[in-house]
Every structure is written in C-alpha cells, then in structure tokens.
C-alpha cells in the first residue's frame, strides 16, 4: 500500500506562486501510479485540479487553473509537484494529491478512481 505526504503549502499574497510536493513511499513502483491533485475548500466540495498519467505522457488540469497550475512528476524521486503560479484568492484550499495504479485514469477528474490519497496541505492566497 503506498503512503502519500504532501508539503509546500503556505500563505501566499495574490499573484504568488507556490510549489507542492507529494511524496510516494510503500507499495509499487511509483511510476506504475497515475497521480492527481484535488483540492477542497471550506464549505466545499473536493475538485478536481490536475492529474497525469504514470509516465507524465498525459497530463490534464481543471479550467479554473489551465495555464497557471501545471502538474508534474520526478519517477526517480518518487514525487508529484503541483506548481502554482498566480495563485487567487479562489484557490485557497486544502490541496491533495492521490494515486491509482493504472498508467491512466479515463476519468481522471473524478475522485472515486483513486485508491490513495494523502493528508493534505493547506494554501492561503490573501488578497
């Protein structure tokens, strides 16, 4: 069974950029999991962010963040990375990331397909 840990979130201004991580260990290879981000904010439900097949050859990402979030993974370090650049106010959320061991999730924006999620990090974007 793979363990999950995410870290790099913060309190940032509007306009800022923030860089999660999301460290694999446990269980296969981590380059047999499809990964994906999700966030959920207070009073929220959990959405969908990005999410890229196991050898990164497809990647997708929600509209609310295309062309300012971009997902990525370094198979030898174990890790998805969530870069997030001119971050809103709107994005303030617990961000997770989870796993799948599949190479890619047909129906990658629904969190029910994952098997593994982690605890989560908190981003604050103040305005």
């Known amino acids: 069974q793979v363990q999950l840990a995410e870290s790099g979130g913060g309190l940032v201004q509007a306009g800022g950029s923030l860089r999660l991580s999301c460290v694999a260990s446990?269980?296969?290879?981590?380059?047999?999991?499809?990964m994906g981000w999700f966030r959920q904010a207070p009073g929220k439900e959990r959405e969908f962010v990005a999410a890229?097949?196991?050898?990164?050859?497809?990647?997708n990402s929600a509209d609310s963040v295309k062309g300012r979030f971009t997902i990525s993974r370094d198979n030898a370090k174990n890790t998805v990375y969530l870069q997030m650049n001119s971050l809103k106010p709107e994005d303030t959320a617990v961000y997770y990331c989870?796993?799948?061991?599949?190479?890619?999730?047909?129906?990658?924006?629904?969190?029910?397909?994952?098997?593994?999620w982690g605890q989560g990090t908190q981003v604050t974007v103040s305005s």
């Open positions: 989870a796993a799948k061991f599949t190479t890619v999730i047909s129906r990658f924006y629904s969190g029910d397909e994952y098997d593994y």
């Open positions: 890229s097949s196991r050898s990164e050859t497809i990647t």
């Open positions: 446990g269980g296969r290879t981590f380059s047999s999991y499809a």
